[in-house]
């Protein structure tokens, strides 16, 4: 049985930094692609960042390109996405998940039906 799950989120004022986690098992890590998608309340799930199985290469949405930072280990089946200069337009719950589509590039943001394997979230909430 699948298992992701993530942590991390909290409160943090304007300007502040996080660092999510998001812990895989009952799957083989290392062969999937990762990524990272928010959702604030009323919005649909946004993009935030997709890492490539080795951790080669990292893709994020606009809004978070310069800021966030995504991350794998491997060795300890995690994923994890820092968060830096936080607005409080990046409140929202995030969501990690295995990238189950190939792509030959990343030139328009995936869609959240390429990915499984979602986790239930993480509140991350940016006062300021």
């Known amino acids: 049985q699948v298992h992701v799950v993530e942590s991390g989120g909290g409160l943090v004022q304007a300007g502040g930094s996080l660092r999510l986690s998001c812990a895989a098992s009952?799957?083989?890590?290392?062969?999937?692609?990762w990524g990272w998608f928010r959702q604030a309340p009323g919005k649909e799930r946004e993009f935030v960042a997709h890492i490539s199985r080795t951790g080669g290469r990292a893709y994020y949405g606009d809004s978070v390109q310069g800021r966030f930072s995504i991350s794998r280990d491997n060795t300890e089946n995690t994923l994890y996405l820092q968060l830096h200069s936080l607005k409080p337009e990046d409140t929202a719950v995030y969501y990690c998940a295995a990238g189950v589509l190939s792509r030959t590039n990343y030139n328009n943001n995936p869609y959240p039906s390429e990915y499984a394997y979602w986790g239930q979230g993480t509140q991350v909430t940016v006062s300021s």
């Open positions: 009952g799957l083989t890590f290392s062969v999937y692609s």
